[in-house]
């Protein structure tokens, strides 16, 4: 498993071949999945420019570049999220490819960042510019089932809990955290949200000061069902791995078997 940390340009192209130059880089061990942030491809532009740039479903060259990257890396590559048409918003779609370069899911994010935050952003209003999805998703990749959920969706433990439902083993969040939200939370969430469902969770992140103003946290994670830090970057672009171990998976699922004894279940929407 691995999450690339990135510092996204304004352009689809700069951030594409920042994205490339960092595959290059994966670690030998395969089945490999890689998870890129959120807003990846655009992050830097802003919400309008976001807009401007949606791509229709399933057509587009930013769509066509991950399914191209996914098939020459031999990855399963979720893409972030990159903004997809949807009427006068656009969907932060959160794109998952197979390594024969075929789509396999379409996660688009629910819960939208509306808050006002202590930074030099203060007031964020996602929903403004984007449609919340409604539904939840999981991609087979084989050798694990994967849960998708991105960046603000951590704060909302019910959707995690869906998706242990569903078969979860791993759980990819790619985000574009503040600066200021991620040193008080990031850490406690993503860890909390592992243990709780005890999945494996690979959290890649946003990092820096971008062309728009946002300053974003870092730190990308890649937690196991246990809570701990597996893998870690702080700062800078780059990216961390770890390995998916099912035994660990099902040893722990074994020795506290918290699905089974839940008395509360979610609905399933898919």
């Known amino acids: 498993m691995t999450a690339v940390q990135l510092s996204s340009r304004e352009t689809p192209e700069q951030n594409l071949e920042r994205v490339e130059h960092w595959l290059q880089q994966l670690p030998s061990q395969r089945p490999q999945l890689v998870v890129l942030p959120e807003a ?3 992050f830097g532009a802003g919400d309008r420019a976001q807009l401007a740039m949606a791509e229709p479903d399933n057509d587009g060259p930013v769509q066509k570049r991950l399914a191209q990257l996914a098939k020459h890396y031999g990855v399963y590559l979720i893409g972030g ?12 779609a959160s794109l998952a490819y197979d390594p024969q370069g075929q789509r396999i899911g379409r996660y688009d994010k629910i819960h939208l960042f509306d808050v006002d935050v202590a930074d030099n952003t203060r007031r964020y209003r996602e929903s403004k510019w984007t449609k919340p999805g409604g539904s939840i998703v999981t991609i087979d990749c084989g050798f694990a089932v994967v ?7 951590v704060r909302f433990p019910e959707l995690f809990k869906a998706l242990r439902q569903a078969g979860a083993d ?17 850490h406690t ?11 494996y969770v690979v959290a890649p992140g946003q990092v820096g000061e971008h062309a728009n103003g946002r300053k974003t946290y870092g730190h990308s994670l890649i937690v196991d069902p246990w809570g701990e830090i597996q893998a870690e ?8 791995s770890a390995p998916f171990e099912r035994a660990r998976l099902a040893e722990i699922r074994q020795q506290m078997p918290v699905a089974e004894q839940s008395r509360l279940k979610v609905a399933l929407t898919q």
């Open 189 to 199: 969430l993503v860890r909390a949200r592992a243990i709780e469902q005890q999945v």
């Open 170 to 186: 791993i759980i990819a969040l790619p985000s574009a955290y503040t600066q200021v939200t991620g040193a008080a939370h990031w």
């Open 81 to 92: 999220t990159i903004p997809l048409q949807a009427g006068e918003r656009f969907a932060a």
């Open 147 to 153: 849960g998708m959920a991105v960046c603000y969706d």
């Open 40 to 42: 990846f491809s655009c």
């Open 233 to 240: 970057r702080a700062q800078g672009e780059g990216v961390i």
